[in-house]
């Protein structure tokens, strides 16, 4: 009974393919978002959805782009991979604005070759 | 944009005995919240204490407290009696509580808690 879960846990790629990763709460959390963690273990807030409305857009590539079929999943897609996007990536939920803390997932290792 | 600074890269202290993390933040807002997580090896990032910047009663957890100091912008976390489960990455982090909508929260850059048999 996972709350949020990320799919897949690991992922290696090569340079320029197109991959998703895929999250998925069942808190009945209003807000996803997705953050990056990089190599010197710092996390960034890159999106978040309210009600299937995207948020916060920071200024990442418009290489990633979020999607949400609906209010219990927020995938991530990125296109044409670069070496600089591996990361670890998480998700996370929220209730209303957040106050009472977010819930992650465990986080998509993501390699980039 | 708040930010919200770690000078701590690295901790280390003997079993059983107390820490303090320490965590400032710069915002010019009087309304938000404050976390601190948890990331052990497994990555997994974990809620270990929360703060409301309206109350100005610390918050505690069990074996975590934290000192909550707003006019410094200041808010430090004490583990009492350190357990080997408790060696871990420590991120303080911020979140506004105005805005528009739902807001991200903003870490800081991390703390890797130590801890000695």
């Known amino acids: 009974d996972t709350a949020v879960s990320q799919t897949p846990k690991y992922l290696v790629t090569q340079m320029g393919n197109d991959k998703s990763i895929k999250c998925e709460q069942n808190?009945?959390?209003?807000?996803m978002y997705w953050y990056k963690q990089d190599s010197k273990k710092f996390l960034k807030i890159m999106f978040s959805?309210?009600?299937?409305?995207?948020?916060i857009n920071e200024t990442v590539p418009n290489r990633f782009s979020p999607k949400s079929p609906d209010k219990a999943h927020l995938n991530l897609h990125i296109n044409s991979l670069e070496l600089g996007d591996s990361a670890v990536y998480f998700c996370a939920s929220s209730q209303d604005r957040g106050e009472r803390g977010y819930t992650f997932g465990s986080g998509t290792r993501l390699t980039v070759v | 944009a708040q930010t919200v600074t770690q000078s701590q890269p690295e901790m280390s202290v003997q079993e059983a005995e107390t820490v303090t993390l320490s965590c400032t933040y710069d915002t010019s807002e009087s309304d938000y919240y404050l976390f601190w997580y948890k990331q052990p090896p497994s990555r997994q990032m974990i809620l270990v204490i929360r703060q409301e910047a309206y109350k100005q009663q610390n918050a505690t957890e069990n074996r975590f407290s934290v000192n909550f100091q707003k006019a410094a912008k200041s808010f430090s976390l004490k583990i009492s009696d350190s357990q080997l489960g408790d060696a871990a990455m420590y991120f303080c982090?911020?979140?506004?509580?105005?805005?528009?909508?739902?807001?991200?929260?903003?870490f800081g850059k991390g703390t890797h808690l130590i801890i000695q048999p």
């Open positions: 959805y309210n009600n299937k409305e995207l948020i």
């Open positions: 982090a911020y979140r506004s509580a105005t805005g528009g909508g739902a807001d991200g929260l903003t």
């Open positions: 808190l009945g959390h209003d807000t």
